[in-house]
């Protein structure tokens, strides 16, 4: 979970951009060849599709408690996965869960990209001392590793799923205007640009019209980790009683709850972690392969 | 070379700065009366009032704000509201523990990842180059505090390998020198001949340090792999081929050297994101260190003590960046152009 | 006729000192039975596994059970509980004597005693260790704030502090207050060295040193305190060469340490284990019930508590044994007064309300809401003796409440929010408990549920204030006799009872697994872990 994809170090320099339909017909062409990227892509559809349709697919409601079914093993009569400890469907926490892990990733990571465009292109474009003022306070939040800054952003908004994401979103804003702007600084004084401004096209027109776009595709990577990444850290929150609380069915809290069933009820303890670790490999898998198809230095 | 040390240090002063402010305002905004936290369900009114005075709680913001600067410039963090001690004493007791834990975390990682990135580079495409680089990509999607409980479920509970928590065995006469407890029992075995000590201290960090590790060990193989793929596409390596240099001695000699160079930065990041990552390990497997403290101290709402132990480790993380980008401006003399 | 009186009266005397002590004889005998087998040996460590770290060890400031696991073995009180009940016995005052009026407490003490660090135990020592707590111009009485001085309100019952002679020490109280002797028995009250608070200041509460069992040797932060044998206990030395009480967080954890003999005796075990440990033969448990309450206080001040048949319908509504089920396991009994089953003056003929959700549709429709109302549930964040799991228990009442078409909704802050919030009354219901700590019921009954601890910050989260109830332990509170005192407590509780101002849940069942050759251990009702007459069979 402390991985985070911008303080990797540049596996290629940023794209040279090749004429866009070209470019895009290509990346479509890769992607079809990368394996990797396809089975990514199909296991976050199989989640966006159970989250999507949790209240059909779930066999049971997952906050109706049947006090005598509890610890129930897999594969007891009426419930596949078992029960929890208070007699609650295994399956359908899952299932919610993974609808809840969903709204939590895209949540996050949209507060994140908002913010960090508009911040990055307006920082990167004018200069100045809005510019130095955004650097400066990037500075100090890349000063606190990642999670010690969401936990730091929840103490001070309050423990609740809302709180979690908006913290996680927070604390992705720094990588997005770090890469915003670079692309920025180097497309600000290009021909193109120049030529453009040249024909009285507007700042805003400019900023968001023309540079923006260009650097969609490594945005695009990172957003599609930092779903992954946000996924892992609301769990983490959740574990540590700062995030989604009980008896809402997110899959941090459902381990978190797990913990005294070690000895006794192993299903209670991993099948939250599978789901987890399944959602969030699906977003590796696939913005890894995102990232090979979309850097030309890295296809072979 | 020293002019952009200096650089590198003068700029860290601003970002400290900002660091305490973000923490004193942490604790500032946060809901939740520390007083009320430590009265618990017996307090009367004027014993509420009495200790927010006390606890200086009832004086504006601003004046606040600059008592605490102050006391932060000198490196003092108050008392803890909670147990009424030094909290740099505190920090000072609990830290090595951490450190520790990181540090053999780290051991573990590192030697492991690059094994593996070396293993999956030079057999590219090779069923050990597909099992490590899935096997990686398992280990950066997996919440860590999971895995620390399945390892427990598994090597402690079910094996019964490993002791399920703490730092030693709790029935030894041992009493910590310097509260790292590797070293510490080293010296008990140096000084007395007896290695139980060492085992007994060795066989509770496993565990942890396993599990703190894991995601490391796995990105830390990724780049080996991938630095070292973008090595042995270098000129001067296939020269030394083309020369007729074994193989084994082309790699080991020529290639891991320079491939290991964005490998240098990555660890110092991630032992400063353990530092962080330990709050949850620490939490599961009883370590007595500053992760699972502080953690304790937000549920407290024992703002020194927050403040004290969240600043403690931002100042490691920006230290330990600031030292490996200084390493690696040393080995890489293009950077300092920038 | 005047000496058939006085045999009548002998006779009744001798008829309430036996019912008064038929407890104890069951005690006494268990005592026998494990001594009886070969007499209590000494020596070996003791690996006490607990779930948190002290917070300090001076025990006048600290008002955490952690760290009276600690302190209680290092200091000695003036008087004490007889070990595993709430009864007075001598102490460090080896007598006393209580004035006509009830006011004045003479006290004698044991002559032979001194604290760890030399310092020999007289009056002036008694004077110091209280009179710091009391006298604001005490030269150490900033070391405070002293809490436990403030919860029992002694500040307003004693009135002076006077060395008599050497080992002769006056007290002198404000008002008649029935529980004052089981308040010197509380850890706030221990005798500590003067020449060690002087010494070490601020650091006294990192030094302790005391008259008792065991001296301190050393303290790992949130990893262990470990203890040693006092050899010149001024009583019999204790058993144990060693005592270290180790911090083990998670519940799961401690049990695994057990079952692996890496400690001997598990505090606060999950209630999910206890039926397993039970059933192994290598783990002794010890049990008793608690002398605590957890409940679900509704806010009368506040539409529809207001109603007692909205009240009455909540306590038809819940259904406690399947919330001792889930969350207590068998570590819990259901409770129907305020008072737990092991307090003297327990009104044990009190009809529980039974659970029967369509009487309390009907109730709810009598009171004006047919079709039940929307309200707010508060739970506790943190796990106590009396709901190891609040949000659970919480969880479960929407889902009953629901049923007689109440939505509850669930609310939590963290801990010191959450009392701040409850106790100003922000709350429609919400969950809370208390645990005893001198044994009087009047530290249940006025603290919970008097009109005095309606005001903000409440004690009585239900803000309760019936008039009837009021008179009752009022006069309670300042009546000696406890024959009378029972009366009015049983009275009181049928009020309660009546009123509902709360759903009581449960009291839970303190559970105690060790190993099996750890003998003589005994649970106190308030809360105690006493190791000064435990010893290992080797």
Redesign the interface.
Same mark, same amino acid.
């Given at each position: 979970?402390?991985?985070s994809a911008d303080?990797?170090?540049p596996?290629g320099k940023q794209l040279d951009v090749p004429d866009e339909p070209t470019f895009l017909q290509e990346s479509i062409h890769q992607l079809r060849r990368n394996k990797a990227a396809i089975a990514g892509l199909i296991v976050i559809a199989l989640f966006l599709f159970v989250g999507i349709f949790a209240p059909v697919i779930s066999p049971h409601n997952p906050?109706?408690?049947t +006090?005598s079914m509890?610890k129930a093993p897999p594969f007891t009569e009426g419930y596949l996965l078992g029960t929890d400890?208070?007699?609650r469907d295994m399956l359908s926490r899952l299932i919610y869960g993974a609808r809840i892990s969903m709204i939590i990733g895209v949540v996050s990571v949209g507060i994140a990209l908002i913010f960090g465009l508009l911040i990055g292109v307006v920082s990167g474009y004018y200069g100045g001392w809005f510019d130095k003022l955004v650097m400066? #306070?990037i500075? #100090?939040m890349l000063? %606190?590793?990642?999670?010690?800054l969401t936990?730091? +952003?929840v103490? #001070?908004l309050?423990?609740s799923l809302t709180n979690a994401m908006i913290a996680i979103g927070i604390s992705q804003i720094p990588r997005y205007v770090r890469l915003v702007r670079a692309s920025v600084l180097a497309e600000k004084e290009s021909d193109y640009v120049t030529a453009e401004r040249s024909i009285g096209t507007s700042n805003f027109e400019l900023m968001f019209g023309s540079i923006l776009p260009n650097c969609l595709a490594p945005i695009s990577v990172q957003a599609t980790l930092g779903v992954?990444e946000a996924i892992?850290s609301s769990?983490?929150l959740s %574990?540590?009683?700062l995030g989604a609380?009980?008896?809402t069915p997110e899959w941090?809290l459902m381990?978190?709850s797990?913990?005294? %069933? +070690?000895?006794?009820a192993?299903w209670i303890?991993?099948l939250?972690?599978i789901a987890?670790? %399944?959602a969030?490999?699906g977003f590796?898998?696939f913005g890894?392969g995102l990232r090979d198809i979309l850097d030309p230095k890295l296809r072979d | 070379m020293l002019k952009y040390v200096l650089k590198r240090v003068s700029l860290l002063i601003p970002t400290l700065i900002g660091v305490a402010t973000l923490v004193f305002a942490m604790v500032a905004l946060s809901p939740g009366d520390p007083a009320r936290v430590m009265l618990g369900e017996r307090a009367n009114k004027a014993q509420l009032e009495k200790l927010r005075s006390e606890l200086g709680l009832d004086r504006p913001l601003i004046e606040q704000y600059g008592i605490y600067m102050k006391n932060m410039a000198q490196f003092d963090f108050g008392e803890s509201i909670k147990t009424g001690r030094k909290v740099s004493e505190e920090i000072k007791e609990l830290y090595p523990a951490t450190i520790e834990l990181a540090f053999f975390a780290m051991l573990f990682a590192t030697t492991l990842g690059i094994i593996i990135g070396v293993l999956s580079a030079t057999r590219r495409n090779t069923w050990i180059d597909y099992t490590s680089m899935v096997g990686a990509l398992f280990g950066v999607s997996m919440p860590v505090f999971w895995l620390a409980l399945v390892l427990m479920m598994i090597f402690s509970v079910g094996l019964n390998w490993f002791p399920t928590g703490g730092r030693i065995n709790i029935r030894y006469y041992f009493e910590a020198i310097t509260n790292f407890y590797i070293l510490d029992t080293l010296i008990y075995w140096v000084r007395d001949g007896d290695p139980k000590f060492l085992i007994s201290s060795l066989k509770h960090m496993i565990l942890p340090a396993v599990a703190l590790g894991t995601i490391p060990l796995a990105i830390i193989a990724r780049v080996t792999r991938s630095s070292m793929l973008e090595v042995l596409k270098q000129d001067y390596v296939k020269t030394a081929r083309s020369a007729g240099i074994a193989e084994k001695r082309v790699v080991y000699r020529y290639a891991l050297k320079n491939a290991l160079l964005p490998v240098v930065t990555i660890i110092g990041l991630q032992f400063g994101l353990l530092l962080s990552g330990a709050i949850l390990t620490e939490t599961i497997f009883a370590w007595p260190g500053i992760g699972k403290w502080i953690y304790k101290a937000i549920e407290a709402r024992d703002y020194p003590a927050v403040q004290g132990g969240v600043l403690v480790i931002a100042t490691s993380f920006v230290l330990i960046n600031l030292v490996v980008d200084i390493l690696y401006s040393i080995v890489n003399p293009k950077i300092r152009l920038q | 006729m005047k000496k058939a009186f006085n045999v009548l009266l002998i006779f009744l005397l001798a008829f309430t000192v036996f019912a008064g002590g038929q407890q104890d004889a069951g005690q006494a005998e268990v005592e026998a039975a494990e001594e009886s087998t070969e007499g209590p040996q000494s020596g070996g460590v003791l690996v006490f596994g607990r779930g948190g770290d002290s917070v300090g060890l001076d025990p006048a400031r600290e008002t955490d059970g952690e760290s009276f696991y600690a302190t209680t073995q290092i200091f000695d009180n003036l008087v004490e509980f007889k070990n595993g009940t709430t009864e007075i016995q001598p102490a460090l005052a080896k007598s006393w004597d209580i004035s006509d009026d009830n006011l004045t407490f003479t006290f004698h003490l044991v002559e032979d005693a001194t604290f760890h660090d030399g310092t020999p135990f007289n009056a002036e020592a008694v004077v110091f260790s209280l009179g710091r707590q009391l006298w604001e111009d005490h030269p150490y009485y900033d070391l405070g704030p002293w809490k436990y001085w403030g919860y029992m309100d002694m500040s307003n019952i004693v009135e002076d502090i006077v060395a008599v002679d050497e080992y002769t020490v006056r007290i002198d109280l404000q008002k008649v207050e029935a529980p004052f002797l089981a308040n010197l028995a509380m850890d706030f009250a221990a005798m500590v060295s003067p020449t060690a608070v002087e010494k070490y200041g601020e650091d006294f509460k990192s030094n302790p040193v005391g008259t008792g069992p065991f001296k301190f040797v050393s303290w790992q932060k949130d990893s262990n305190i470990v203890l040693e044998k006092n050899e010149n206990y001024w009583r019999r030395p204790a058993y144990l060469d060693r005592l270290i009480l180790q911090v083990i967080p998670d519940p799961t954890a401690r049990y695994l340490a057990l079952q692996k003999g890496e400690i001997d005796v598990l505090d606060f075990p999950s209630p999910e284990d206890i039926e397993d440990m039970k059933a192994d033969p290598d783990i002794k448990v010890i049990q008793q019930p608690g002398l605590n309450v957890g409940y679900l206080a509704m806010n009368t001040q506040k539409e529809p508590f207001d109603d007692k048949r909205v009240r009455q319908a909540f306590n038809y509504a819940i259904n406690k044994d399947e919330i001792i089920e889930a969350v207590f396991g068998s570590a819990g009994t259901p409770a129907k007064n305020p008072l737990p089953p092991t307090m003297w003056s327990y009104n044990d003929s009190i009809e529980p309300y039974p659970y029967d959700p369509a009487k309390a549709k009907e109730l709810l429709a009598e009171a004006g809401y047919p079709d039940g109302f929307e309200t707010d549930l508060w739970a506790m964040p943190v796990a106590r003796p009396y709901f190891p799991d609040g949000r659970k228990v919480a969880e479960i009442m929407q889902a009953q409440l629901k049923e007689i078409g109440v939505e509850a909704e669930i609310v939590s802050y963290d801990w010191g929010t959450y009392l701040d919030r409850t106790d100003s009354g922000e709350h429609e219901t919400a969950l809370l408990g208390w645990t005893g700590d001198n044994g009087d019921p009047d530290n249940f009954l006025f603290v919970l549920l008097s009109a005095a601890a309606a005001e903000v910050p409440a004690g009585n989260i239900a803000f309760w204030k019936d008039e009837e109830f009021n008179e009752l332990i009022i006069e309670a509170k300042e009546t000696f006799d406890r024959e009378r005192r029972t009366e009015l407590y049983m009275e009181a509780q049928e009020v309660f009872h009546e009123e509902a101002p709360w759903v009581p849940v449960a009291h839970s069942i303190v559970s105690e697994p060790m190993q099996p050759n750890v003998m003589n251990f005994k649970l106190s009702p308030v809360g105690k872990r006493v190791f000064y007459s435990v010893w290992l069979d080797q």
């Open positions: 979970m402390e991985r303080r990797l170090p596996i906050l109706e408690q +006090i509890r400890s208070l007699g400066r #306070i500075d #100090i000063a %606190f590793p990642y999670v010690l936990i730091v +952003i103490a #001070i309050g423990a992954g892992l769990a983490a %574990f540590l009683g609380q009980p008896p941090g381990i978190a797990s913990r005294e %069933f +070690i000895t006794s192993w303890v991993t939250p972690g987890t670790l %399944f969030v490999l590796n898998l890894d | - | -």
